[in-house]
């Protein structure tokens, strides 16, 4: 069965911060990858996946994840984060009976001002 | 086009009463899945439909009926509501298993 890890729970950056979120996946077949964002007190939103192809993957909002096969991992960058992008972030990797999607626990992002 | 829209947002049930709750989706997906949402836990798949008459388990089924009787709407059903069912609730739906949109959650408290 499929797994996603997310070790940081809540993350704290000031404006202008670079973000790094980690995640890593256990999953034994082909690997599709995701990131979404839940603002507060909205549905999730879909960032950025990764199906096949070129490692580094670009997203909305100046989000990007880079997907490193050897350390099973899919973390989610921003070079510089602004008050708004305070929300939740969700991996998720699908695989498995239905396509369905095994998410991580999430983590909490805060940006002071 | 609405997307994936959910009924009710909110619902407080005392413990023992039944509800259902309606997802429907209007971009004609064949997939549609529910989860819950919890503290820490991220969201996990109740149950899920890769077609219209066709329903099947997911992490956490117990406690939970679904029915796919239309291709647009995926019903929960709560037959006996438990303290331990209080959660937000989100569908999804896909085209065939591929990227999935998120309704807007319903938030259910069992007292």
């Known amino acids: 069965a499929q797994s996603v890890s997310q070790h940081n729970h809540h993350v704290i950056l000031s404006e202008a911060a670079s973000l790094e979120l980690g995640c890593n996946y256990s999953?034994?077949?082909?690997?599709?990858l995701f990131w979404y964002v839940q603002y507060p007190g909205q549905h999730l939103q879909l960032l950025l996946k990764?199906?096949?192809?070129?490692?580094l993957v670009k997203g909305i909002k100046g989000f990007e994840a880079e997907f490193i096969k050897s350390k099973f991992s899919f973390n989610l960058r921003k070079p510089s984060v602004q008050w708004s992008d305070t929300a939740e972030y969700f991996c998720?990797?699908?695989?498995?009976?239905?396509?369905?999607?095994?998410f991580g626990g999430g983590t909490r992002l805060m940006v002071k001002p | 086009n609405a997307g994936v829209t959910q009924t009710p947002k909110f619902r407080v049930l005392k413990t023992g009463q039944s509800m259902t709750l309606l997802c429907a989706q209007d971009?004609?997906?064949?997939?549609m899945y529910w989860y819950r949402q919890d503290p820490g836990m991220g969201l996990r798949l109740i149950h899920y439909?890769?077609?219209?008459?066709?329903?099947a388990k997911g992490e956490v089924p117990d406690g939970y009926n679904v029915s796919r009787l239309k291709k647009q709407n995926f019903l929960l059903g709560l037959e006996s509501a438990a303290p331990s069912q209080t959660s937000v609730y989100f569908c999804?739906?896909?085209?065939?298993?591929?990227?999935?949109?998120f309704g807007p959650g319903t938030r259910l408290t069992v007292t």
């Open positions: 999804a739906s896909s085209y065939m298993g591929q990227e999935q949109y």
């Open positions: 999953y034994g077949g082909t690997v599709n």
């Open positions: 990764y199906f096949s192809g070129d490692p």
């Open positions: 998720a990797v699908k695989g498995g009976a239905g396509n369905m999607l095994t």
């Open positions: 971009m004609n997906h064949e997939y």
């Open positions: 439909s890769v077609g219209e008459g066709t329903t």
